[in-house]
């Protein structure tokens, strides 16, 4: 069974600090590991893919990190702006359906 | 903005009643999907699509019907609303390979 799980379920930092978030996943036959931010009230909005063990994408203060057993998004001097729920998914085998995590809240303080 | 427009955005309705949420894509992406999000949980997959006609089950399915008579629409009915269905229903569509883009979301509450 797939599972995917992310941590701390919460984190409050200040502004200009960096820190991770992690999405740790059990799955054989990865296709695909994908990011998203989620602010209130709305839908989740799509940051990155990753596919193989060793890729990086960056956007902005965002970097996002693949293993073959977990994944890192990585923020760097972050801004109240960035403060969110980020959301990772999996997707595997011959399923293309994505398994969600619960999330991690994110909150920045100026 | 990837063109997904759901309606309604915010609904109460009481228990016994039947409801359905509409989600229409202008993307012409094959696969379509109806999650739902409840606090503590992921998103969790109800029905999917991946093409006219063709749908299948989700993980929580239960209670819930979906039709796609086109490409660009696919309706998710509660056949008869249980207060266990409040929650906020997202709907997204993707192509095969390829990320998902979401809806802003519809909010349920059954009374």
């Known amino acids: 069974e797939v599972q995917v799980t992310q941590s701390p379920e919460a984190l409050r930092l200040q502004e200009g600090e960096s820190s991770s978030l992690n999405c740790s996943y059990t799955?054989?036959?990865?296709?695909?590991l994908f990011w998203y931010r989620q602010d209130p009230g709305k839908g989740p909005e799509f940051l990155f893919t990753?596919?193989?063990?060793?890729e990086e994408k960056e956007k902005e203060r965002l970097k996002a990190t693949l293993t073959k057993k977990e994944s890192f998004l990585h923020i760097t001097a972050p801004k109240p702006e960035d403060s969110a729920t980020y959301l990772c998914?999996?997707?595997?085998?011959?399923?293309?359906?994505?398994?969600w995590g619960a999330g991690t809240k994110l909150i920045i303080k100026p | 903005d990837a063109g997904i427009t759901q309606s309604p955005r915010h609904k109460v309705t009481e228990t016994g009643t039947p409801v359905t949420l509409r989600c229409h894509q202008t993307?012409?992406?094959?696969?379509m999907y109806w999650y739902r999000q409840d606090p503590g949980h992921g998103l969790r997959l109800i029905h999917y699509?991946?093409?006219?006609?063709?749908?299948d089950k989700g993980e929580v399915s239960d209670g819930y019907s979906v039709s796609r008579s086109k490409t660009e629409d696919f309706l998710l009915t509660l056949e008869s609303a249980t207060s266990s269905q409040t929650s906020v229903y997202f709907c997204?569509?993707?192509?095969?390979?390829?990320?998902?883009?979401f809806g802003q979301g519809t909010r349920l509450t059954v009374v």
């Open positions: 997204a569509i993707s192509g095969r390979d390829s990320e998902a883009f």
């Open positions: 993307e012409n992406h094959r696969y």
């Open positions: 699509s991946y093409g006219v006609k063709d749908t």
């Open positions: 799955v054989s036959g990865l296709r695909g």
């Open positions: 990753l596919y193989s063990a060793g």
């Open positions: 998914a999996v997707q595997a085998g011959s399923n293309y359906q994505l398994i």
